[in-house]
């Protein structure tokens, strides 16, 4: 799905923004296609658990850790992309995204609103788990313990998750997957 991301890097913009517009039109007609994307999104779930507490790794290197990345940032990376390619939007930034189908009204702008900062939360927890690793010496990854964040941080990182289920939520209903 990382395809429908591409954009120009080097030469002419005009021949990426045809076929930008040629995939999106394409993606657009086509409810299996839409239906087979949505199935995709909602692979990667948030890690909220039924008591609204966080759900975990267990075992291996990364034991008793969230992929910030992958649990987090996924869904909401695959939902704007998603709802863009249905709607005929272009963009390839994931805000961007959300913010093109506010703009078009195909997204209510505090829905957007609540998924952009929950994004912009999430980054920051990432950031600043790279910024701890890189000062002692750490490969970085994306891998944070939730026990060891404050109790504000994990109140809004259960926000944010919250959110990614919302969007989730939007993509099964709207596309029956």
Not at 136 to 160: M, S, T
């Amino acid at each position: 799905s990382i395809f429908f991301d591409f954009r120009s890097l080097w030469g002419e913009d005009a021949p990426v923004a045809e076929l930008r517009h040629w995939v999106s039109r394409q993606a657009a007609a086509n409810p299996r296609f839409l239906r087979q994307m949505a199935e995709n999104a909602l692979r990667n779930e948030p890690p909220l658990g039924l008591v609204r507490d966080f759900v975990t790794e267990s075992g291996g290197a990364h034991d008793h850790t969230i992929d910030l990345k992958l649990r987090g940032l996924t869904p909401f990376v695959d939902g704007a992309r998603l709802l863009a390619l249905a709607h005929g939007i272009t963009e390839t930034g994931t805000v961007a995204r959300l913010r093109a189908l506010v703009d078009t009204g195909r997204v209510s702008a505090s829905e957007a609103d609540a998924w952009c900062d929950a994004i912009a939360f999430i980054q920051l927890l990432r950031m600043r788990h790279h910024q701890q690793q890189a000062h002692a010496g750490q490969p970085l990854d994306n891998h944070i313990n939730p026990d060891q964040l404050n109790d504000l941080d994990r109140r809004i990182l259960k926000e944010a998750f919250r959110q990614a289920r919302k969007i989730q939520a939007r993509l099964a209903l709207d596309y029956q997957a």
